[in-house]
Nanobody, 129 residues
Framework: QLQLVESGGGLVQPGGSLRLSCAASGSTLANYNIAWFRQAPGKEREGVSC????????VYADSVKGRFTISRDTAKKMVYLQMNGLKPEDTAVYYCAAEWGPYSTFCTVINTNGRYKSWGQGIQVTVSS
């Protein structure tokens, strides 16, 4: 089971940037698909981006395409979400999550049947002037 801890959130003005980090422990990242989800007040949790276990596939929600970039450092067991061009509607609690998928070439930002079993505690991102 992978343990996940997010960091890097905070308050930023519209148009600004933040980089979220997700520190993993307990296993190698190559065994897992890692995704970022977010949940705004009063809204359902939304998948933002994912990277497959092999690292070959990256998926982005339409709402963040061209603005957010997911990356990972397998040696450091870190996954990052670089967020540029932030908008007030990006305000949410952001979570990283892991799905078992050794060297997988597929990942999805839809948490079908609760495929993502391990979750971080979440971190607040607020975009406001």
């Amino acid at each position: 089971q992978l343990q996940l801890v997010e960091s890097g959130g905070g308050l930023v003005q519209p148009g600004g940037s933040l980089r979220l980090s997700c520190a993993a422990s307990g296993s190698t990242l190559a065994n897992y698909n890692i995704a970022w989800f977010r949940q705004a007040p009063g809204k359902e949790r939304e998948g933002v981006s994912c990277v497959s276990g092999s690292g070959a596939t990256r998926v982005y929600a339409d709402s963040v395409k061209g603005r957010f970039t997911i990356s990972r450092d397998t040696a450091k067991k870190m996954v990052y979400l670089q967020m540029n061009g932030l908008k007030p509607e990006d305000t949410a609690v952001y979570y990283c999550a892991a799905e078992w998928g050794p060297y997988s070439t597929f990942c999805t930002v839809i948490n079908t049947n609760g495929r993502y079993k391990s979750w971080g505690q979440g971190i607040q991102v607020t975009v406001s002037s």
